[in-house]
């Protein structure tokens, strides 16, 4: 997600510093920000001129400290509340009083991360979908501490990058996933009964719905262990066994079954 971020925010002009705990890891996510412009050069979408400016405005690093300057800091590491707010207490540490922070979390808590800072009223939730280039929507998630400034900035924001910002307060799973998600962990549930193959349950609801992908590949692309985290997060926050993740969600996790990033999920991408 976070390449996708930093594509969205450099085409839109903004100079994005791209910080990863390693430099190896930063500058691998800068090789494939030049190769998905390379495919928007190839068809037609965006001039060389034009990539070669978004990329002239992406410096990579690995040290937070060079976040320091930034007005805005997306941060969109692993969905673990923990690693989150230990990030956002280093965050609060590093950047201009004046910074907006603000997280890409897709359910969990924006004010737990406000309160690990002495700027909650700075700090909202951003949310883009995947792949962010390419998805419109961007949630902007209002904690109970908020500015009304904060969220005027990041609606601007979202508005500059081209994406068109809808307004939630900070509930686990906020519109689309506490939606999405029991969908989701249903299509596994009837795959693990056996009452239809992976194959047809995904082609029911591409016919049947007229989505562009079935539920298990789109859980694929989401990721099992980011899916398993965001339904954890769910059912911590409402009880509800629809967001109890099913059994074999789990065991894959477990089984480091992730999907398109690990190559294998519920379909194969190793081929
Ligand atoms: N996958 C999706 O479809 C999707 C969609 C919208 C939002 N999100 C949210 O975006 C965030 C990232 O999700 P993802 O799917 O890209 O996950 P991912 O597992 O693909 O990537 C997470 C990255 O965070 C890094 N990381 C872990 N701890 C870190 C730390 N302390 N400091 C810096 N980096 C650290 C990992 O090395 C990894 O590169 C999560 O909050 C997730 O909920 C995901």
Known sequence: MGSGIVECASRAGYEVVLRSRRLETAEATLAGLEKSLAKHVERGKLSEEDRDAALGRVTVTAELGELSSCDLVIESVVEDLTTKKHLFRELDRVCESSALLATNTSTLPVVELAMETNRPDQVCGIHFFNPAPAMSLVEIVRPLTAAESTIAEARAFAE???????????????????????????????????????????????????????????????????????????????????????????????????????????YDYRK
Do not use: W
């Not at 809808?166 to 009452?195: M, S």
């Open 160 to 266: 500059a990058c081209g994406k068109t910002p809808v307004e939630v307060k900070d509930q686990a799973g906020f519109i689309v996933n506490h939606l999405l998600f029991p969908y989701l962990n249903n299509a596994v549930r009837l795959l693990e009964a056996g009452v239809a193959s992976r194959d047809d349950i995904d082609a029911a609801m591409r016919g049947g719905c007229n989505f562009p992908m079935g539920p298990l590949a789109l859980l694929d692309l989401v990721g099992l262990d980011t899916s398993v985290a965001i339904l954890d997060a769910l059912y911590d926050e409402f009880r509800d066994p629809h967001y109890a993740a099913v059994p074999l969600l789990r065991r894959m996790t477990t089984a480091g079954l992730l999907g398109r990033k690990a190559g294998k999920g519920f």
